[in-house]
């Protein structure tokens, strides 16, 4: 009894929703994120107590309760379809009056992986990162909940032809775009054998819910970076308290070896176009983990080049 109390008083606080005991987590299955893990405090903790929770975008679906597709088992209470809204995490730096940059992380990342580049940012700009939906309408209608005024995009890797699309369909809202190792040759038009993986039918289905495989080898196979053990336990949580980001990794894969051919002609075509007139930037490698604090330097500069034109 004395434990669901303490579960109700943490509701009030949106804060504190989002740490709350998984599978009551906050999230839709469909972003990296999750609840928590452990009684001691960790990075992963004090990421969370920096950010807020932002509602936007509908919830599709039926209605019943979200199933896994080999087994029949119920997911986590967070992947339950309903007429609710989507929960989004985010982190944001700097004066809300300056103009605003959105941090967007790759596949399969979080919003975390913009921490050395967030106070950097924040000097001169209000600066926002955030666990995402990959589909373009949820991303602009995140977008117009959190920004009134036009604003720069900064994304990394195989969600960038799903970002290029938004700005080719809101030339209007766009300062700047940034693109961080985006898909745009060729040699991109399939996804490395260590995320195609996930996309297999029953390999998949399997290795998405080991944590180690689905973020760790995810994640260092894009650099040559080595990752901490605190940065890297951030990015298992979601799959050690729920099995819905492991699910929702299954499935995004799946869509991405499908469509990203696809996509990645479309940004290549819009890119190229001779109509194309929004401040474009491309900067190679998984850069914002190896030296973030380089990256926000780098990224000011771009965006206040604009101005002194």
């Given at each position: 009894?004395?434990?669901?109390e303490?579960?109700k008083?943490?509701?009030?606080?949106?804060s504190?929703?989002?740490?709350?005991?998984?599978?009551?987590?906050?999230g839709?299955?469909?972003?990296f994120?999750?609840?928590?893990?452990?009684?001691g405090?960790s990075?992963?903790d004090?990421w969370?107590t920096?950010?807020?929770?932002v509602?936007?975008?509908?919830?599709?679906?039926?209605g019943?309760?979200?199933?896994?597709p080999?087994?029949?088992?119920?997911?986590?209470?967070?992947?339950?379809?309903?007429?609710?809204?989507f929960?989004w995490?985010?982190?944001e730096?700097g004066?809300v009056?300056?103009?605003t940059v959105i941090l967007i992380?790759?596949f399969?990342?979080?919003?975390?992986?913009?921490?050395?580049?967030?106070?950097v940012l924040?000097?001169?700009?209000?600066a926002?990162?955030?666990?995402w939906l990959?589909?373009?309408?949820s991303l602009?209608?995140f977008?117009n909940?959190?920004?009134v005024?036009k604003?720069s995009l900064v994304?990394?890797?195989?969600?960038?032809p799903?970002?290029?699309?938004?700005a080719?369909?809101?030339?209007?809202?766009?300062?700047d775009?940034?693109?961080?190792?985006?898909?745009?040759t060729a040699?991109?038009?399939?996804?490395?054998?260590?995320?195609?993986i996930f996309?297999?039918f029953l390999?998949?289905?399997?290795f998405s819910?080991d944590?180690?495989?689905?973020?760790?080898k995810a994640l260092t196979?894009?650099?040559?970076?080595?990752m901490?053990?605190d940065?890297?336990?951030?990015?298992?949580?979601?799959y050690l308290t729920s099995?819905s980001?492991?699910?929702a990794l299954?499935?995004?894969s799946?869509?991405?070896?499908?469509?990203?051919?696809?996509?990645m002609?479309?940004?290549r075509t819009?890119?190229l176009?001779?109509s194309w007139?929004?401040?474009?930037?491309?900067?190679g490698?998984?850069?914002?983990?190896?030296?973030?604090?380089?990256?926000?330097g780098?990224?000011s500069?771009v965006?206040?080049r604009?101005?002194q034109i």
């Open positions: 009894m004395k434990k669901e303490e579960g008083e943490k509701k009030k606080d949106v504190h929703d989002y740490l709350i005991d998984a599978p009551v987590s906050a839709d299955g469909f972003s994120s999750g609840g928590k893990y452990s009684d405090s990075p992963s004090e969370f920096q950010g807020k929770i509602k936007a975008y509908p919830v599709g679906g039926s019943e309760k979200a199933k896994d080999i087994f029949g088992l119920k997911m986590g209470a967070s992947s339950q379809a309903s007429d609710d809204v929960r995490f985010c982190v730096r004066n009056g300056n103009p992380h790759g399969p990342s979080q919003a975390y992986s913009y921490r050395k580049v967030l106070p924040s000097k001169n700009y209000h926002i990162a955030f666990d990959e589909y373009v309408s602009e209608s977008i909940e959190i920004a005024e604003i994304v990394q890797g195989y969600f960038s799903v970002v290029v699309k938004y080719s369909k809101h030339r209007e809202k766009l300062n775009l940034i693109l961080l190792n985006p898909p745009l040699k991109h038009a399939n996804l490395p054998s260590a995320l195609s996309s297999n390999l998949g289905e399997i819910q944590p180690l495989r689905a973020s760790d196979s894009c650099g040559p970076y080595k901490k053990e940065d890297a336990m951030v990015y298992r949580r979601p099995g980001a492991g699910f299954n499935a995004i799946r869509a991405m070896k499908k469509d990203l051919k696809t996509y002609e479309e940004a819009i890119l176009d001779k007139d929004i401040q474009s930037e491309i900067a490698h998984h850069v914002q983990e190896d030296c973030g604090e380089e990256l926000g780098i990224i500069g965006l206040s604009r101005s």
